[in-house]
Nanobody
Framework: EVQLVESGGGLVQPGGSLRLSCHAS????????IGWFRQAPGKEREEVAY????????EYADSVKGRVTISSDAAQNTVFLQLNILELEDTAVYYC???????????????????WGQGTQVTVSS
């Protein structure tokens, strides 16, 4: 059974940092692309970052460019999302999603991802 489990969320002050983790099991890690999404109350789910574990291609939303880094550790079957210089508007539940890399040469809309985790809450507040 494929499982994606997010962790690392929490409460942080504006300007602070968090590193989120997405641990994958039940799939061939290097055959998948991973997208990080977030959803704030009353907002649509939006993609934040993307990594293709086959090609190494990464993409970032304009709203987080320069503040976010996505990376992958195949030995741990884990994709990380480093969040820096956090802002109040970064508050959201952050989700990771997976799709076979052949079907995800670049990031997809949420409906096109096959597997999803349950999310981890990031709250930015002073």
């Amino acid at each position: 059974e494929v499982q994606l489990v997010e962790s690392g969320g929490g409460l942080v002050q504006p300007g602070g940092s968090l590193r989120l983790s997405c641990h994958a099991s039940g799939l061939a890690f290097d055959d998948y692309a991973i997208g990080w999404f977030r959803q704030a109350p009353g907002k649509e789910r939006e993609e934040v970052a993307y990594i293709n574990n086959d090609s190494g291609r990464t993409e970032y939303a304009d709203s987080v460019k320069g503040r976010v880094t996505i990376s992958s550790d195949a030995a741990q079957n884990t994709v990380f999302l480093q969040l820096n210089i956090l802002e109040l508007e970064d508050t959201a539940v952050y989700y990771c999603a997976a799709q076979l890399y052949e079907l995800a040469p670049f990031w997809l809309v949420p409906e096109q991802y096959e597997y999803w985790g349950q999310g981890t809450q990031v709250t930015v507040s002073s």
